[in-house]
């Protein structure tokens, strides 16, 4: 089963390429939002998170603050 996965990002984050890297060599399908560009999901990461650091990963209802993939390969089961 697929697991609806988001990553709030932005063009300069290390991490957040590496997330997506991980993402794209275990085919998970992902949808990616750029904060630095758009305030609106800017605001809902703050709101989930209670900070503005990023990568910001949301699968289903889990939120991970950073790239931690250890915690990413046991939500998504790789």
């Known amino acids: 089963m697929s697991k609806t996965v988001t990553i709030y990002s932005t063009p300069v984050c290390h991490y957040c390429h590496t997330a997506k890297e991980f993402f794209k060599e275990n085919n998970i399908a992902y949808t ?40 990413l390969k046991e939500l998504l089961g790789v």
Request: proline share 2%; hydrophobic share 40%; charged share 40%.
């Open 32 to 71: 990616e939002h750029d904060v630095a560009s758009d305030a609106e999901k800017r605001a809902e990461m703050v709101d989930m998170t209670g900070q503005m650091g990023v990568p910001v990963i949301r699968i289903e209802d889990e939120v991970i603050v950073g790239y931690d993939e250890d915690k």
